[in-house]
């Protein structure tokens, strides 16, 4: 696994198909603010609610106010579960991309064939990084990789029940570096922060033209990157 050589892959592929990889990962960013913008107003009218009956009832609001902060994460998690077929269908895009095949926003729409097992694999995925964060924080940082692994097995065929999680931990234990290289992507991915924040149309999908060679190496057992590169 070569990092420069992920990063001069991620730059190369935006620089030559910016409509799918800047516009298709704008179409991603604007479909999770408005399902984040859903599940706030559920929580919002939810809220109200309770509000209305604790005028009435004796409840703790220290009790009421922890429930209202599960509810509002399990409502954005399980809401936030729609996005994933566009996420996978991404992903499509990239491997698309890299056998030569151009990659079209209308990739963003491809992976609706797969989205019980997407919606599975992720969920399990998200579930299980989250959890590791609640233990001592560092479990979860080991895992973050996990989540795109997911979906990398995704798009590469691993459908079959919980196939692409269990691929993407057994991947992760075999190429620990994928950890390291997750977080200095990710901070390469935040300096379009630097940029108004308009620079992350570009840093975010360069990061993850990045990851996907990184897994893509990783999946091949470290060996040289395939010759489409």
Known sequence: MDLSASLQFGFDRVKANPGFYVGGGAVLFGLSVVVNLVSRLIL???SLAVGAVMQTAHID?????????????????VLGL?????????????????????????DLFSAFDIALPSIVNYALAGVVTGL????????????????????YFLVNGRTEGIS????ALNTLRENPMLIVWNLVVGLIAGMGV????????FTVPIAVCALYKLFDDAAAGGRSAPSYY
């Open 164 to 167: 692409a999680f269990t691929s």
């Open 82 to 106: 729609i996005v994933v077929p566009f996420g996978v269908g991404y992903f499509r895009g990239i491997r698309k991309d890299v056998h030569g095949e151009p990659a079209v926003i209308g």
């Open 61 to 77: 609001p220290q009790i009421v106010a922890a429930l209202l902060g599960v509810f509002g994460a399990v409502v954005s998690f």
């Open 132 to 151: 590791g964060f609640l233990f001592c924080i560092l479990p979860g940082i080991a895992l973050m990789p996990v989540t795109l692994l997911t979906v």
């Open 44 to 46: 919002f009218v939810v």
């Open 194 to 201: 630097l940029a108004c924040c308009v620079g992350l149309l």
